[in-house]
């Protein structure tokens, strides 16, 4: 149980934070399957309670005013506090039932998330995990905001009211198939691969900052044949030898368990290792299940250290 469907939350404030979180009241309208016309008046009758706007239009969208700011960074406080007590009612009734929030960058939800997702559900098979895979800067903002519980991300400050629970320094390499020319060296270096075809990440993952100021700094430029914020994409191109790709071990790990991708260390010395992390608002957890869950994934994060 969670404090929305106990009734906890008012209809009026789960509507507002509806679009408040899409930008839009036709886009709330169909989430809820509300008609849009009752969602403006409730936002409106709230508006007017307040006597503030909690809404401007801006380029087709709603976009929060200030007063809108401060009463969802509330609402979403309030709400995780509500949770955290239905999941502490829960433990106190034996049925270890609820529900965790994990916000994660795509890498681990490929190969890492589900793994460790695995053994916790042997031991809490009715807890449900709600994984929202974002950037980030996104994650950890999700956390801090009190929207997930647990948040990994690369390379990304731990942003106030957030507490950092475990990290790992991993080696950027080269994913390259078995058959590339380059396959059997156990270390290459960015220039290496000048001329070839090249998958590169986009702005909206931390990746992209670290092997482009290694490019200024080495004097290389790619002719990138894609661009893309998926680390499954860029995988999948490389399996199919459609040209080379850049990223840690972890995403792939299938892939170079089954002999389709090598990973080949990177050695160019403006290239720093990447730092994965674990965050959550607090150190400790009053309930089990995100108690365990944090518990996991620190030790699964740790292991990875040095990699």
Same mark, same amino acid.
């Given at each position: 149980?969670?404090?929305? #469907?106990?009734?906890?939350?008012?209809? #009026?404030? @789960?509507?507002?934070?509806?679009?408040?979180?899409?930008?839009?009241?036709?886009? *709330?309208?169909?989430?809820?399957?509300?008609?849009?016309?009752?969602?403006?008046?409730?936002?409106?009758?709230?508006?007017?309670?307040?006597?503030?706007?909690?809404?401007?239009? $801006?380029?087709?969208?709603?976009?929060?005013?200030?007063?809108?700011?401060?009463?969802?960074? @509330?609402?979403?406080?309030?709400?995780?506090? /509500?949770?955290?007590?239905?999941?502490?009612?829960?433990?106190?009734?034996?049925?270890?039932?609820?529900?965790?929030?994990? &916000?994660?960058?795509? %890498?681990?939800?490929?190969?890492? /998330?589900?793994?460790?997702?695995?053994?916790?559900?042997?031991?809490?098979?009715?807890?449900?995990?709600?994984?929202?895979?974002?950037?980030? %800067?996104?994650?950890?903002?999700?956390?801090?905001?009190?929207?997930?519980?647990?948040?990994?991300?690369?390379?990304? +400050?731990?942003?106030?009211?957030?507490?950092?629970?475990?990290?790992?320094?991993?080696?950027?390499? *080269?994913? /390259?198939?078995?058959? @590339?020319?380059? *396959?059997? +060296?156990?270390?290459?270096? /960015?220039?290496?691969?000048?001329?070839?075809?090249?998958?590169?990440?986009?702005?909206?993952?931390?990746?992209?900052? &670290?092997?482009?100021?290694?490019?200024?700094?080495? @004097?290389?430029?790619?002719?990138?044949?894609? $661009?893309?914020?998926?680390?499954?994409?860029?995988?999948?191109?490389?399996?199919?030898?459609?040209?080379? *790709?850049?990223?840690?071990?972890?995403?792939?790990?299938?892939?170079?368990? #089954?002999?389709?991708?090598?990973?080949?260390?990177?050695?160019?010395?403006?290239?720093?290792?990447? +730092?994965?992390?674990?965050?959550?608002?607090?150190?400790?957890?009053?309930?089990?299940?995100?108690?365990?869950? &944090?518990?996991?994934?620190?030790?699964?994060?740790?292991?990875?250290?040095?990699?």
């Amino acid at each position: 149980m969670d404090a929305q #469907r106990l009734g906890l939350v008012s209809a #009026r404030l @789960h509507y507002f934070q509806t679009v408040a979180q899409l930008g839009s009241i036709r886009g *709330a309208a169909q989430v809820l399957n509300v008609a849009p016309s009752a969602i403006s008046r409730t936002v409106q009758a709230l508006e007017a309670t307040l006597g503030l706007p909690l809404f401007e239009r $801006v380029r087709q969208r709603l976009k929060l005013t200030s007063a809108g700011e401060i009463l969802v960074y @509330h609402a979403r406080a309030s709400a995780s506090e /509500l949770n955290q007590a239905c999941a502490i009612i829960n433990d106190l009734t034996g049925l270890r039932r609820g529900k965790i929030g994990v &916000s994660t960058v795509e %890498s681990v939800t490929r190969g890492l /998330l589900p793994r460790i997702l695995a053994e916790f559900w042997k031991r809490l098979p009715n807890v449900a995990v709600e994984v929202r895979t974002v950037g980030s %800067s996104e994650a950890l903002r999700l956390v801090a905001e009190g929207e997930t519980e647990l948040g990994i991300a690369f390379d990304t +400050r731990v942003p106030r009211g957030t507490q950092r629970l475990a990290g790992a320094s991993l080696s950027l390499g *080269a994913l /390259l198939w078995p058959a @590339h020319p380059l *396959a059997g +060296r156990r270390e290459v270096r /960015l220039n290496d691969f000048a001329g070839e075809r090249v998958f590169l990440s986009d702005a909206t993952l931390a990746l992209r900052s &670290s092997i482009e100021g290694a490019l200024l700094d080495s @004097h290389i430029e790619f002719d990138p044949r894609a $661009v893309t914020n998926s680390i499954d994409f860029m995988a999948k191109c490389v399996t199919a030898k459609l040209g080379v *790709a850049f990223q840690t071990r972890v995403g792939v790990e299938s892939e170079l368990l #089954r002999g389709e991708l090598l990973f080949v260390p990177l050695r160019d010395p403006a290239l720093r290792p990447r +730092r994965l992390l674990l965050a959550s608002r607090a150190k400790t957890f009053p309930t089990e299940p995100p108690a365990l869950l &944090s518990k996991l994934l620190s030790a699964a994060i740790g292991q990875l250290d040095g990699q």
